[in-house]
């Protein structure tokens, strides 16, 4: 099985941010790895092949774009798992969705164009469902940032 | 905040949406796809970095693949007149991977502060929580650890 070596655990652990915007991005940021230019491109396809990494390049915060996100959540009765799994994951507007140990047990992230959008999302689904939809947007972000160590 | 973004700013936010091309000259090669000068995506993305529509240029780890398999979302009922300040503190901690105020659903929901700790397993999870927990003190009147059990659904739209 393939596993990761020093050199590979110094890029996932010194790039999860800072990424020069430069003709030769990666030579730049080879060197500090004390490695080449093809050599940092080829560990980078490698990383993502094995999924140690789930993507490169930038990080884009939708809100700045004019879209809007929110977090809901629902206390659905196990019986009813999946229906209303299937009724939440079928709308496009449900980017990522968590089953969570809790009485509320079901957790999703919307994402729409417009502010309106979040609305009408949490309204289709409280009427397809006939649960209610608990909509906690975000009122202040403190931190956001990924600090993973490899 | 929303900022105005034109036809060319969404041109590459699209061409960047899966990744930055692995290539020697991946800036070029997207302008080379859009049919618009290098450096005008250059200075494009670099005005999107500092306005912050990009949060960051880098590597996306799957935390699962680096052994963190504990993911707790930890939630705490903080007096509201104390909770900015200690949400900046909270989220200054370095296994604090998102922190976020959020409205209370009462009375069926009462945390509005939330915090995603990441471990190697629970207990991991469970001493960092009690970190978080000092810090609050009797500022905090509660709080609980959400853990996921499973991804029931996982767009390609990143954030």
């Known amino acids: 099985m393939w596993q990761m070596d020093a050199t590979d655990r110094d890029i996932v652990n010194g790039l999860q941010g800072g990424f020069p915007?430069?003709?030769?991005?990666?030579?730049?940021?080879?060197?500090?790895?004390?490695?080449?230019?093809e050599e940092l491109i080829a560990r980078l396809e490698n990383l993502l092949a094995e999924k140690v990494l789930t993507r490169?390049?930038?990080?884009?915060?939708?809100?700045?774009?004019?879209?809007?996100?929110?977090?809901?959540?629902?206390?659905v009765p196990e019986e009813d798992y999946d229906r209303v799994t299937g009724i939440v994951n079928a709308l496009p507007e449900v980017a990522h969705n968590?089953?969570?140990e809790h009485e509320f047990n079901m957790w999703f992230v919307l994402a729409t164009e417009t502010p309106e959008g979040i609305s009408q999302a949490i309204a289709k689904i409280e009427t397809e469902s006939g649960l209610a939809v608990y909509n906690m947007p975000k009122e202040t972000e403190y931190f956001v940032g990924a600090r993973f160590t490899a | 905040m929303s900022l105005k973004l034109d036809v060319v700013d969404r041109a590459i936010v699209q061409a960047t949406q899966s990744g930055?091309?692995?290539?020697?000259?991946?800036?070029?090669?997207?302008?080379?796809?859009?049919?618009?000068?290098?450096?005008?995506?250059?200075?494009?993305?670099?005005?999107?970095?500092?306005?912050?529509?990009?949060?960051?240029?880098?590597?996306?780890?799957?935390?699962?693949a680096l052994g963190w398999s504990a993911n707790g979302m930890t939630v705490w009922d903080v007096i509201n007149d104390q909770v900015d300040e200690l949400g900046k503190q909270v989220g200054a901690l370095e296994f604090v991977s998102h922190c976020y105020r959020r409205p209370r659903r009462l009375p069926d929901w009462r945390?509005?502060?939330?915090?995603?700790?990441?471990?190697?397993?629970?207990?991991?999870?469970?001493?960092?929580?009690?970190?978080?927990?000092?810090?609050?003190?009797?500022?905090?009147?509660?709080h609980s650890i959400l853990y996921s059990t499973k991804i029931l659904k996982k767009s390609g739209l990143r954030i």
């Not at chain 1, 915007?21 to 230019?37: K, L, N, V």
């Not at chain 1, 990080?59 to 809901?72: D, K, N, P, T, V």
């Not at chain 2, 995603?116 to 509660?142: F, P, W």
């Open chain 1, 21 to 37: 915007i430069c003709e030769r991005p990666y030579r730049e940021m080879a060197q500090q790895f004390g490695i080449s230019e």
């Open chain 1, 56 to 75: 490169f390049g930038p990080m884009f915060q939708i809100e700045r774009m004019g879209g809007a996100f929110s977090l809901a959540a629902m206390k």
């Open chain 1, 98 to 100: 968590y089953r969570r």
């Open chain 2, 20 to 64: 930055l091309p692995l290539t020697a000259r991946p800036y070029h090669d997207i302008a080379e796809q859009l049919g618009v000068p290098p450096e005008v995506v250059m200075r494009r993305m670099q005005a999107m970095l500092d306005d912050g529509v990009i949060r960051r240029i880098g590597a996306v780890p799957n935390h699962y």
């Open chain 2, 111 to 142: 945390f509005n502060l939330f915090a995603m700790v990441h471990g190697r397993d629970r207990a991991e999870v469970e001493a960092k929580a009690r970190q978080i927990a000092a810090l609050l003190g009797t500022n905090c009147r509660a």
